[in-house]
Every structure is written in structure tokens, then in C-alpha cells.
């Protein structure tokens, strides 16, 4: 059975077998949060133990946004927590997180937390980093679970467990998304029926950008293959690609795989959501390089993830999917 606890004293009360692993969540649980679980029990074993907990952080909230209508459901969360393997709901209080009121020195996300959610939300990473770093010390974790959907959220996580020696390991779980592809997030809650038809056009962007990635991927692999020049042409001939194949040197060093066409098939479908009632408002779509968020160029090689976010009615929602890109012909 979950043990639900409230203050630190308690939790560092009971006795430690094996390896600790951590979820951290504002509640409002769902089954991404169970599967980020699920894996923190695979991670920490049958002699380990699963600790969640569940904080509305009051300092990742700007003004306007929903902190006063974002749900508080513990014991619906207690429940999830508990069938998802679960051995200890924390769910403090904000006094117990923060005496004395909101504290004074917070930990600075730097550049990078000034970057896409950073820019549309100023001052969100410092607030979730300074929770983060708070909860790490009161949990004390061998290991720390996070989902992927939040791409920027884990990257500043990573590098801040990196530049200030956190005795943690950080781990990325794979963005769970329902049957229609719309990622799992506690605020499709808000969502109309009509709003979350027009929601689907995020995945189904992001699904765009990478399709054309993939056929783009192809192609380069394909010409790579060809041991000529003429050779190459024949085969980017056959895939179609007849400009191409009319020139097949330009085309292997244009390097097929390129940026600007994956922004540009999923910018379509977001441009076409945009003229649909309910319409969507896009916030920013982007292309970056997860080691710093900074937007990638031409001739990009190795890891990237193509990342949304925009509002329906009245909530904003986030969404991203990694990409790799490999080196030009």
C-alpha cells in the first residue's frame, strides 16, 4: 500500500533499501505520470523503493497564468500513484517547501532558460529549477525520472544536476501520448471537444516535420549509397526526386536533410489550424539542438527536437518530438 507523507522529517524517517527513485509532479495525474512510475519501478527494483510527489509550485506560475485553477486531486493522484508502483505519495505543503515564504535566493536557469518557454514565460525555469533542486535535497534520490514532453524543462534539469554536482542520476521517459496522438497533459482537462480537435494540430505538425525528416533521411542515405555520380543520380531518380537527379552532386552537397524543410511541412499544418474555428495561436515552433535550445542551421548533425507550443481557447499546450540528422553526402 502507498504511504502518503507530508513533511521531510517523515520521509527521512523511514528506513532506505536499495535504490530511491523520484517523480516529481504537480498532481492532476494521468497515465503519463504512470508510466514515468512504472519506469521509476523498473529502475529502482523490487528491494528499492518509488517515491512521488505531488507540489503545485507557485513560483513556475506567471502572472495570468493558471495556478489558481490548476486541479488539486490527491486523492485521485494517490490512487494512480499506488496501481503504478508507487511506495510513497510526498505531497508537502508550501510552507513545508518554502518557510518563511517565497524564498530569496532561487537557482538561475541562464540562457537557455530564456529561451522558447522561457521567452513566453519569463521566470518559469527559475521557478521549476528552484523547486527541482529543492525536492532533489529533501528526497534525496539515487535517481530522478522526468518526461521528454517537457524537452527544455529536462535539458535545464540535466545541466543543472551537471554544473552544480547533484548526486543524481536523471532519466527521460518517452512522451505518452492518447490513441489520436495528443500528448498526455493535466491541462487537456480545460479543452472543449471542438478545442481539442483543433489541439490535435499540434502532434500532427510535429508528425509532418518528421515524416518529411524521415523521407529527407532517406533520400540522403539512398544517394550516400551510390558509388558515382551518375549512379547517384539513378538513384534519387527513382525515389522520385527527377530535379534532383538532373544534378545529383548539387543535391548531395544541398544535404537533403535539412532544417528548413522539416519547419517548413509542420509550420503548414499549423498555418492551416490557424484558420479553423476554434483557431489555434501559435506561440513558436522550433527546430533546436536539445544541448542548448538554440535554434539549428544548415548542415545540422546529430541530435535535434522539433518543439510547439500554442494556445486553444484558453490553455496553452506544449509538444515536441527528437530528430536526428545525419551528416551531408
Do not use: C, W
Not at 495556478?67 to 513545508?96: C, H, M, N, W
Not at 521528454?148 to 521517459?173: C, S, T, Y
Not at 525515389?239 to 544534378?247: I, N, T, Y
Not at 544535404?255 to 498555418?271: F, H, K, T, W
Amino acid at each position: 500500500m502507498t504511504t502518503v507523507l507530508h513533511t521531510a522529517d517523515e520521509l527521512r524517517a523511514r528506513t532506505r533499501t536499495g535504490r530511491r527513485a523520484v517523480v516529481m509532479t504537480m498532481g492532476a495525474l494521468h497515465d503519463g505520470h504512470a508510466e514515468l512510475i512504472r519506469t521509476a519501478r523498473t529502475i529502482a527494483g523490487a528491494d528499492g523503493e518509488v517515491v512521488t510527489t505531488v507540489f503545485v509550485n507557485p513560483l513556475q506560475f506567471g502572472a495570468g497564468e493558471d495556478l489558481d485553477r490548476y486541479p488539486r486531486t490527491l486523492d485521485a493522484d494517490v490512487k494512480i500513484a499506488e496501481q503504478a508502483g508507487a511506495d510513497v505519495v510526498f505531497a508537502p505543503s508550501a510552507d513545508e517547501v518554502y518557510p518563511g515564504g517565497e524564498p530569496q535566493v532561487r537557482v538561475s536557469a541562464g540562457p537557455m532558460g530564456e529561451r522558447l518557454e522561457g521567452s513566453s514565460r519569463p521566470g518559469h525555469f527559475d521557478g521549476m529549477l528552484t523547486v527541482v533542486a529543492k525536492l532533489l535535497h529533501l528526497t534525496a534520490p539515487d535517481v530522478a525520472l522526468f518526461g521528454q514532453k517537457d524537452a527544455q524543462q529536462l535539458a535545464l534539469i540535466r545541466r543543472m544536476v551537471r554544473d552544480l554536482n547533484f548526486p543524481v542520476e536523471v532519466v527521460g521517459v518517452p512522451t505518452v501520448r492518447e490513441e489520436d496522438g495528443l500528448a498526455l497533459s493535466s491541462r487537456n482537462r480545460y479543452l472543449s471537444p471542438a478545442e481539442r480537435g483543433t489541439a490535435l494540430a499540434l502532434s500532427r505538425a510535429l508528425f509532418a516535420g518528421r515524416d518529411r525528416h524521415a523521407a529527407q533521411e532517406a533520400l540522403r542515405a539512398r544517394a550516400q549509397e551510390a558509388p558515382s555520380t551518375h549512379a547517384r543520380a539513378d538513384a534519387l531518380g527513382a525515389l522520385g526526386e527527377a530535379r534532383a537527379a538532373a544534378d545529383a552532386h548539387a543535391v548531395a552537397q544541398a544535404s537533403p536533410g535539412g532544417p528548413e524543410a522539416v519547419r517548413a511541412a509542420a509550420r503548414q499544418v499549423l498555418d492551416d489550424a490557424a484558420r479553423v474555428t476554434p483557431p489555434l495561436r501559435l506561440d513558436y515552433l522550433a527546430l533546436v539542438d536539445p544541448a542548448d535550445f538554440s535554434e539549428v542551421q544548415h548542415g545540422h548533425v546529430g541530435e535535434a527536437v522539433l518543439a510547439v507550443a500554442a494556445r486553444v481557447g484558453t490553455t496553452r499546450l506544449i509538444d515536441n518530438i527528437p530528430l536526428t540528422f545525419g551528416a551531408p553526402v
